[in-house]
DNA sequence: CTGGACACGTGAACC
DNA sequence: TGGTTCACGTGTCCA
């Protein structure tokens, strides 16, 4: 009523079938609300350039947040709503539920390997290990950041992010 | 200029100290933006109430997504940026690590065990094992449902956030 | 019809 | 300084 009339007339929710819109064919918010009610039109131009700027940005940014938070809902099984705090509380305890299946793996391989190594001490095992057992000390999650410094920290995460993907 | 001024001078970004203001101490926007400006007053009385309710129950949903969004952080051991995007982003990686790690690790364990069990094959493992390798095929990541049908699980997901917080 | 969830534009703050 | 991120209020839609 007081601002301009943005029906943008977003068809159906969030998520137009859930797991199709991922990157591709996101031309509803392009077409229908920007180019027909802004866009350099029925405003003075001194301030609706920046003003197109912002909304555009946001609009990016906004969708930016909805693909990770897709992104999140199809990596995460077990979705009990399809909500945007449902989908990332699931997310929480799928992780805790990972982390604490870790470590109760690891405790048992590590049983495993030292009854194994007991019961037979002059056994080659490097030769038969598949290697797996070295590797799993450099995990990211066994590392526990202590979570209080949140600088100096961007070039260590850049270059592990970029070694693991 | 052409809504009302909301100046709820929020005092840093979106978290201040980033783990402090889990559930307590959230009276910065109650206080200085509702009941102020807002609130039935200097709007009539007709439209104001619901204007109001919408507006409450918007407050309390934003409130919500960001707390989970914040326990989604600390649930993760690597953030990259502080950023609600890079949160979600840095969540999926750790998922697909933790994913992808568990299944390494129960393939050594397959594999440790087959082997300790053609070395020994009369042994008594039923009495040793810590009962682990049963309980792991009732976890919640191996069960994969379906995706289809996003009823009857709502009263599972509210009594469950009714009980958390 | 009411409550809940969402996208939107906008001003402000940070870097 | 400009770009980016954020919270906010509002209108709309749907169960």
């Known amino acids: 009523m007081e601002t301009i009339e943005n029906i943008a007339g977003y068809q159906n929710y969030w998520e137009t079938t859930s797991v199709l819109w991922n990157d591709e064919l996101n031309s509803w918010a392009m077409d229908q609300a920007s180019t027909q009610c802004y866009d350099s039109s029925l405003l003075d131009g001194a301030a609706s350039t920046i003003a197109s700027k912002n909304m555009d940005s946001e609009r990016k940014r ?17 979705i009990s709503k399809l909500d945007k705090a449902s989908t990332v509380k699931d997310a929480i305890e799928y992780i805790q539920d990972l982390q604490e299946q870790e470590r109760t793996l690891q405790a048992e391989i590590m049983e495993l390997e030292s009854e194994r ?14 290697v797996l057992l070295r590797s799993k000390r450099t995990r990211s999650d066994q590392i526990y950041y202590p979570m209080s410094y949140p600088i100096e920290v961007h070039e260590v995460s850049y270059s592990f992010c970029t070694g693991v993907t």
Chains 1, 2 share one sequence.
């Open 62 to 78: 906004r969708k930016k947040l909805n693909d990770k938070l897709l992104a999140l809902r199809e990596a995460v099984p077990k």
């Open 117 to 130: 190594l007991k019961k037979d001490p002059g056994y080659d095992f490097e030769q038969e290990l598949p």
